[in-house]
Nanobody
Framework: QVQMVESGGGFVEAGGSLTLSCTISGLKTTDHAIGWFRQAPGNEREGVSCITWHEWPYYIDSVKGRFTSSRDDVKKIGYLRMNNLKSEDTAMYYC????????????????????WGQGTQVTVSS
């Protein structure tokens, strides 16, 4: 049984930092790209980042230079380091495993992902 569990969310002031973790079990992680998504109230879920074990990570423009995605396939943990947080980063953050082991094409589409965590809330005060 595949499980993906996010942690590390919380409340932070604007300009602060958080690191989210995604602990994975029951999955051969090297067969899958790991995506990070977020969803703010009233908004659709949006892809934030995608990372494989063999490529540089992909990011949406709004987080480039501020967020860094990484992964440890021995420990089976994905990370999303978020610096210089802004109020618009406030959302529930999810990690997910993509069907494929690359971030090509529609990496930011949630339909590309087959396993999901339950999410961790990030709240940034302005």
């Amino acid at each position: 049984q595949v499980q993906m569990v996010e942690s590390g969310g919380g409340f932070v002031e604007a300009g602060g930092s958080l690191t989210l973790s995604c602990t994975i079990s029951g999955l051969k992680t090297t067969d899958h790209a790991i995506g990070w998504f977020r969803q703010a109230p009233g908004n659709e879920r949006e892809g934030v980042s995608c990372i494989t074990w063999h490529e540089w990570p992909y990011y949406i423009d709004s987080v480039k230079g501020r967020f860094t995605s990484s992964r440890d396939d021995v420990k089976k943990i994905g990370y999303l380091r978020m610096n210089n947080l802004k109020s618009e980063d406030t959302a529930m953050y999810y990690c997910a495993a993509r069907r494929s082991d690359n971030c090509h094409g529609s990496w930011s589409s949630e339909h590309e992902y087959i396993y999901w965590g339950q999410g961790t809330q990030v709240t940034v005060s302005s």
